[in-house]
């Protein structure tokens, strides 16, 4: 199982940024896939969260509106479009696969692959 994130990079508050997931070696369109963020000196935390149809999505309160999921099951694929960002939304952001143990969409224990990273930075 690879997840492997890209797209991050720098921009100023009110640009936007695509990121991507591209996923390896299980059956994508089985399981949803979420994208969770992390802060220096904060846990990491839930961003948005598609089923494995895309017919149910999730999005945190301090993303709604701004940030959109989306997947490609033909291209494995996990899409993030990020627009109207704020310093705020600077961190290290992460794709994981849902696991079969999974009790909800919110928490980390709730997802067993995840990728490296990629890291957003957003100037004020």
């Known amino acids: 199982v690879q997840l492997v994130e890209s797209g991050g990079g720098l921009v100023q508050a009110g640009g936007s940024l695509r990121l991507t997931c591209a996923a390896s070696g299980f059956t994508f369109d089985d399981w949803a896939i979420a994208w969770f963020r992390q802060a220096p000196g904060k846990e990491r935390e839930f961003v948005a969260a598609?089923?494995?149809?895309?017919?149910?999505?999730h999005y945190a309160d301090s993303v709604k509106g701004r940030f959109t999921i989306s997947r490609d099951n033909a291209e494995n694929t996990v899409g993030l479009q990020m627009n109207s960002l704020k310093p705020e939304d600077t961190a290290t952001y992460y794709c994981a696969k849902m696991s079969v143990h999974a009790s909800g969409w919110f928490s980390t224990f709730d997802y067993d692959r995840w990728g490296r990273g990629t890291q957003v930075t957003v100037s004020s």
């Open positions: 598609i089923s494995w149809n895309g017919k149910i999505i």
